[in-house]
């Protein structure tokens, strides 16, 4: 299954229009909205979470370009404040891939962000807040 948070932007003609419902029939997507704003010179926003088989994912994409949407992709990205960081390793015990460890016998928390899935546990789990979420965006259409 795959999964990817796209922000869609709709022309004024298409607002009304059931072009998500489409998605989902013509192509055997799933979604989940995040966020619908319909703009004063009534264009619309749409931020979701599309998810279904990667061939079918294209295709949709495809469609949407076909009706002038315009769709561009939100990457999530983990960072940590270095200067809010204190070492304290509570992130360590709950990082699911090994990119927050220990380096001993500095005890010093590393974080490998080429090994971060960004899950985001352990932006929950820090008590100074070091960890930040960061949403980038790239245009696909
Ligand atoms: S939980 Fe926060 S303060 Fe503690 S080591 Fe991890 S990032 Fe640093
Ligand atoms: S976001 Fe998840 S994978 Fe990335 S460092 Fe934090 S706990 Fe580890």
Redo the contacts with the bound molecule.
């Keep these: 299954m795959y999964s990817k948070v796209l922000s869609l932007r709709f022309p004024k003609k298409l607002v009304n229009e059931p072009v998500v419902s489409n998605l989902v029939q013509k192509f055997d997507l799933s979604f989940n909205i995040l966020k619908a704003t319909i703009y004063p010179r009534k264009e619309g926003l749409l931020v979701l979470e599309l998810r279904g088989q990667r061939k079918n994912f294209q295709k949709g994409l495809r469609y949407l370009k076909s009706l002038g949407v315009k769709v561009e992709s939100i990457g999530q990205d983990i960072k940590?404040d270095e200067e809010?960081?204190?070492?304290?390793?509570?992130?360590?015990a709950v990082c699911p891939t090994g990119a927050?460890y220990i380096k001993r016998p500095e005890m010093e928390?590393i974080f490998d962000h080429e090994k971060c899935s960004a899950c985001e546990v352990?932006v929950i789990?820090?008590?100074?807040h070091?960890?930040t979420v960061r949403f980038n965006r790239s245009l696909l259409y």
């Design positions: 940590r809010l960081c204190f070492h304290c390793g509570a992130c360590t927050l928390v352990c789990a820090c008590p100074a070091a960890m």
